[in-house]
């Protein structure tokens, strides 16, 4: 039991590691509209196992990780310790919300993704964009 804890923790320290999470939205804002980027917001759980199978088939690749950082200010946002603002869905974690750098919500998606379906998610968010 103690190794399945401690494997269990290191896997989680390696994720927090590798992107940098915000759990604000609006210190992301200050973020994102100085940096002129949008922003990622991953709405999770604590005890989500589509959480985890989201964050070890996608967020864990270095092609995903580099994408993210580079294009977008990350919020993560765990129903079960952050503030979710009123706007945003509680409920069928994992969600993914992609805004403006105001805040403004311009596409929604919900669901375990794989690295190339989180390509698929934000070629998709990008068309959605203006419209």
């Not at 100085?34 to 604590?46: L, Q, R």
């Amino acid at each position: 039991m103690k190794k399945i804890l401690l494997i269990s923790l290191f896997a989680i320290s390696l994720f927090a590691i590798e992107l940098p999470w915000l759990h604000d939205l609006k210190k992301a804002k200050k973020v994102a509209q100085k940096e002129h980027k949008d922003i990622y917001v991953f709405v999770g759980a604590d005890k989500c196992r589509f959480c985890d199978m989201y964050k070890k088939e996608a967020l864990s690749k270095p092609k995903v990780i580099e994408a993210l950082k580079k294009h977008f200010v990350l919020v993560y946002l765990s129903r079960d310790r952050h503030k979710i603002p009123k706007d945003f869905q509680k409920f069928g974690v994992p969600l993914h919300y992609f805004l403006k750098s105001d805040g403004t919500i311009y596409f929604l998606d919900a669901g375990v993704k794989n690295a190339e379906g989180v390509f698929l998610m934000i070629d998709e968010a990008e068309l959605n964009k203006d419209e």
